[in-house]
């Protein structure tokens, strides 16, 4: 997957709609290059299918050993902060897409993207894949996307190119 030229469809579980019409999909962001170009994908299939799209954010609040304590008003003003930047970068780029959401949560990403994809009835997520690392030299997936594959209801299209 992470050689392909291509974007990649992993259906692990098809959703109700995955043989009739496309009409939610949920384009996953991390903010990156990848996600960018996953984000151009996301449109032009919402601009051909009449879909809703629905661009999902997942702020990762999990402490690490480097990373400070942040108490829950540091949380919600990073989502605040998230979700302008997300409005700012995402909904210009949006012309002829009637049907649209951005949204920002906090939590374990790919928790909350399969949450957030349930929720929205999704058909499709659409997502980079180890955009954290886009030089790593394995042929590994990131964890984020892996746990999205095996966990999500529904087919997720990984483009990484």
Known sequence: VRQSPCPV???NRAAASFWGDISNVVFAT???IASD?????AC???GQTGCELHVFHAQNTSLTPTSKKFDQD???GRIREKLRFSRGKYAAKMDGIKNYSIEVWEGNPYTEIVK???EKYSDLIVMAQDSQNPG??????GSTIKQVILRAGCPV???NK
């Open 9 to 11: 469809l992993i259906v």
């Open 30 to 32: 991390d903010f990156s």
């Open 37 to 41: 170009k996953a984000f151009d994908f």
């Open 44 to 46: 032009k299939l919402a």
């Open 74 to 76: 540091d949380i919600e």
């Open 116 to 118: 957030y994809a349930r």
């Open 136 to 141: 790593s030299q394995t042929h590994e997936l």
């Open 157 to 159: 299209l990984c483009l």
